[in-house]
């Protein structure tokens, strides 16, 4: 019985370090599409605002003329 009872600790121990690399991978993941929705966020920003900086540009050429 010793040896299944050790086969049994054995196949625990794996199934856990499993499981703990699923969940630091599922992390890294989550953590990554994170990072791209805000650098999205940003660039989204940083384009509205130069559209906005743009459009004032021109209607302020056009009271000038």
Do not use: C, H, P, Y
């Amino acid at each position: 019985m010793g040896f299944m009872d050790d086969a049994k600790e054995t196949a625990k121990a794996v199934g856990e370090k499993i499981q703990d690399a699923w969940e630091d991978t599922t992390d890294r993941v989550g953590d990554k599409v994170d990072e791209m929705k805000a650098d999205a966020e940003v660039k989204k920003a940083e384009a509205e605002r130069d559209s906005v900086k743009t459009r004032n540009e021109i209607k302020e050429d056009l009271r000038d003329t």
